[in-house]
Every structure is written in structure tokens, then in C-alpha cells.
């Protein structure tokens, strides 16, 4: 257990022998906050009955990941009525860890319009340049959803370039979203593309934005999708067809 005086942690150890146990600790101030299981390596259920300002404190100040981890999966519950939690999604968004810059980018849509437009040059940035493909599909999903225009087109015109199959498909389901009759002449193009991921993605597109045009490339496309992969595919085919 880490306890937190004057922001400082001191470690004390437990052992804890019954179902239920009580430890008292001696402190020289009120603690900033206490970290139970400081190391978070103890498979348990937990109840942290933290205050605001210790899960603030946790999420500046705690040294793991999933410290901050926790932390902000309790701070984001407070946008857009706590002005720290809006500021503790700026840093959220430059984590060192993908996996809270992708929870800070999961809550934008919760800030109050002005903050969600002083970040809109970081989330084009990170759409274009994070070195995780699930950071930089959850940045153009924002992006998408949260903003228009030229810069917002040209994006995703880039993103479906991307790598990652993942981002590739988030940024065309998008595009054509935003541009329904120039979207569906560039999701025609990847017709020659028989990865999954895909054939997933323009079945998704076509039963949103097509007609009895697309029918051909679906029914060639179903032998092709196989595994857990043909359920998603065979709900989306039954739904094209049903119009």
C-alpha cells in the first residue's frame, strides 16, 4: 500500500489472513490519497472508494499505467460539468500508453465544443502519426464525428491509405458518411481487395449507401469470408438482401 503525505509516497506491506480485515496506519498529514495494491499485481476484485480529488491526485501523481488507467476511467465519468476532468483528457490524449490515449479520444465528443476545438490539430496529428493503429482509428473515428470540412476529408482520404486494415476501414465507412455519392466510387475500388477486413467493411457500406448494383460483389464475396469472420458477413448479406 502506497500512502500519499505531501505527495509523497511511503510503502507500507500487509498481509491480509481473513475475510475480513482492518489495518490502521499512522500519518503526519491526511493523505493525499492511498493506493491499494501500489504494484496492481494482486488478482482480486477491488473497490477503491476514492475521492474526486484522490482519483486526480492518482492520475498526476501514481506511477503505473494502470494507475492512470483507473484513474481516468473514473475521471471521464465527470465530463463536461468538471472543469480538471476536461483538462485531464488533454493529457490523456499525450499518454505514453496507447490504451489511455485511446480512452481520452473514446470521450471527446463529451467536451463542451470549445475545448473539443482547441484539440482539433492533436487529433489530426495523431490520426495521421501515432504509432499505434488503434490510437489512430480511434483519432479519425473523433475526427469524424466531431468535425467537418476540407481538412476533415483530406484526412480520411489519407487514412484510407493507412496500414492498418482497422484504420483503413474506419476512414472510408467515414468518408463516404460525409460524401455519400464520391464515397461509394472510392469504396468500388477496393472491390480487388479480397483481405477480410475488407470485404468486411464495403459489405457494411454497401448495406448502408448501395443498391442492387453492389449485389454481384457481395454474393462472389461470401465464399471468401470464413470462421467467426462469416457470421458478421452473413448478418450484413441478409440485411442488403431484405431491401
Not at 489511455?100 to 482539433?120: G, T, W
Amino acid at each position: 500500500i502506497d500512502i500519499y503525505e505531501n505527495g509523497k509516497p511511503r510503502r507500507v506491506n500487509i498481509t491480509a489472513e481473513n475475510k475480513k480485515d482492518v489495518f490502521l496506519f499512522d500519518c503526519s498529514v491526511k493523505p493525499d490519497a492511498i493506493n491499494v495494491d501500489a504494484e496492481k499485481q494482486l488478482l482480486c476484485t477491488k473497490t477503491d472508494n476514492h475521492t474526486t480529488d484522490e482519483w486526480f491526485f492518482l492520475f498526476y501523481n501514481a506511477p503505473l499505467y494502470l494507475d492512470r488507467w483507473e484513474s481516468f476511467q473514473k475521471i471521464s465519468k465527470l465530463i463536461p460539468d468538471n472543469e480538471n476532468a476536461v483538462a485531464a483528457v488533454r493529457k490523456g490524449l499525450a499518454d505514453t500508453h496507447f490504451s489511455i490515449r485511446s480512452a481520452a479520444l473514446k470521450v471527446i465528443d463529451k467536451l463542451p465544443r470549445e475545448q473539443r476545438d482547441k484539440l482539433k490539430s492533436l487529433l489530426l496529428q495523431m490520426a495521421r502519426s501515432d504509432i499505434k493503429a488503434s490510437v489512430r482509428n480511434n483519432a479519425v473515428a473523433a475526427l469524424a464525428k466531431n468535425f467537418e470540412g476540407a481538412d476533415i476529408n483530406e484526412m480520411l482520404l489519407q487514412a484510407v491509405n493507412d496500414s492498418s486494415y482497422n484504420v483503413m476501414g474506419t476512414a472510408l465507412t467515414k468518408y463516404v458518411e460525409l460524401n455519400p455519392k464520391e464515397g461509394m466510387v472510392l469504396a468500388n475500388k477496393f472491390e480487388t481487395d479480397n483481405n477480410v477486413n475488407v470485404i468486411l467493411t464495403l459489405a457494411d457500406i454497401y448495406n448502408d449507401h448501395g443498391d442492387d448494383a453492389n449485389f454481384e460483389y457481395l454474393y462472389s464475396r461470401a465464399d471468401m469470408v470464413k470462421g467467426f469472420d462469416l457470421y458478421g458477413f452473413a448478418q450484413t448479406y441478409g440485411k442488403f438482401l431484405s431491401k
